[in-house]
């Protein structure tokens, strides 16, 4: 069956490292993946679009890349702030599948220190 | 703000209840989505419309039920309720049509979501 993971539920770093939160997928095809942020009781926050065929897309601080041969997707935050704390979840288009729209990962929450 | 407007913030009810969520998309915006978040199962997909018909489908129970009516608006009738339905309810809007392949590159706007808790 279509699973997506993310590779852990929590990550802790200190503020100006760099985040790597991983999203792997199972059984799916697709070929766009996005990247969204949720603050806690909020609604998720659209933050990045990546095709197949584009390998790395970029955006501020932001860094996602696209290997579609490990079906692998990295999302780095450079230079985190306190303020990147917060739940960063992957989502697949799989509307190729019955039933389906964008089917998200359970997240990785990050916390940033200072 | 997303511009996606959900409603009611809160929602406590007794089990066997019914209640309806409802949902304002963002201005121009034809699709809408439902999702249900809980700790343990993350952010589920319940099902998609489309200026008025229902496009996609995902893991929703039979006892749950919605539509988008002609000013685009949508609600979520979640009927016979159980402590399991207990969650955040999320509302999304999107320009897309949900055709096969587009919600890939189709931006979805949350809402800021109803919280459920069924005693």
């Known amino acids: 069956s279509q699973k997506i993971e993310q590779n852990s539920e929590a990550l802790n770093i200190q503020e100006g490292k760099t985040a790597t939160l991983t999203c792997n997928y199972t059984n799916y095809s697709p070929a766009y993946l996005q990247w969204y942020r949720q603050d806690p009781g909020r609604g998720p926050v659209f933050l990045l679009l990546i095709r197949e065929n584009e390998k790395e897309k970029r955006k501020e601080r932001l860094k996602v890349t696209f290997d579609t041969t490990l079906k692998q997707s990295l999302f780095h935050i450079t230079a985190s702030q306190p303020a990147d704390s917060a739940t960063y979840l992957c989502a697949l288009d799989a509307s190729n599948q019955a039933g389906t729209a964008l089917i998200f990962g359970k997240g990785t929450t990050l916390s940033v220190s200072s | 703000d997303s511009g996606v407007t959900q409603t009611p913030k809160h929602l406590i009810t007794a089990t066997g209840q019914r209640v309806t969520l409802r949902c304002s998309p963002r201005?121009?915006?034809?699709?809408v989505y439902w999702y249900q978040q809980s700790l343990d199962q993350g952010l589920q997909f319940l099902i998609q419309y489309y200026n008025g018909e229902e496009r996609a489908k995902g893991n929703i129970l039979e006892r749950f039920s919605a539509q988008q009516f002609p000013d685009l608006h949508s609600e979520l009738n979640l009927s016979s309720l159980e402590l399991g339905d207990s969650a955040l309810y999320f509302c999304?809007?999107?320009?897309?049509?949900?055709?096969?392949?587009?919600?890939?590159?189709?931006?979805?706007?949350f809402g800021p979501g109803t919280r459920l808790t069924v005693l």
């Open positions: 999304a809007s999107s320009v897309y049509s949900g055709l096969a392949g587009s919600a890939g590159t189709d931006t979805q706007y």
């Open positions: 201005s121009g915006d034809l699709s």
